[in-house]
């Protein structure tokens, strides 16, 4: 019950007050750790869904490259990072 009340206060806060207030807000409220509140939920989101990302485009990127060999008398265009 009390982190309802506390999220809709949050989103009352938002529409009337800007950034600054709102930073403000959490780090009278919650301290410095208030800023990081979620941190471990959003890693645990975003380093599967990376892992997966990267890995494809790794395994595409070479694979595509293998093919550019086979049908390119050529060869491979050199990209530049």
Same mark, same amino acid.
């Given at each position: 019950?009390c982190q309802?009340v506390?999220?809709i206060h949050?989103?009352?806060l938002r529409?009337e007050?800007?950034?600054?207030?709102t930073?403000?807000h &959490?780090?009278?409220?919650?301290? &410095? *750790?208030?800023?990081?509140?979620g941190?471990?939920?959003?890693l645990?989101?975003?380093?599967?869904?990376?892992?997966?990302y990267?890995?494809?485009?790794?395994?595409? *990127?070479?694979?595509?490259?293998? *093919?550019?060999?086979?049908t390119?008398?050529?060869?491979? &265009?050199p990209?530049?990072?």
């Amino acid at each position: 019950m009390c982190q309802r009340v506390e999220t809709i206060h949050l989103t009352a806060l938002r529409t009337e007050a800007g950034l600054l207030a709102t930073l403000l807000h &959490i780090y009278k409220h919650s301290g &410095i *750790r208030g800023a990081y509140t979620g941190y471990v939920a959003q890693l645990m989101r975003e380093c599967p869904g990376n892992v997966v990302y990267f890995g494809s485009y790794s395994a595409s *990127r070479s694979l595509m490259a293998d *093919r550019m060999n086979e049908t390119c008398v050529a060869g491979p &265009i050199p990209v530049r990072a």
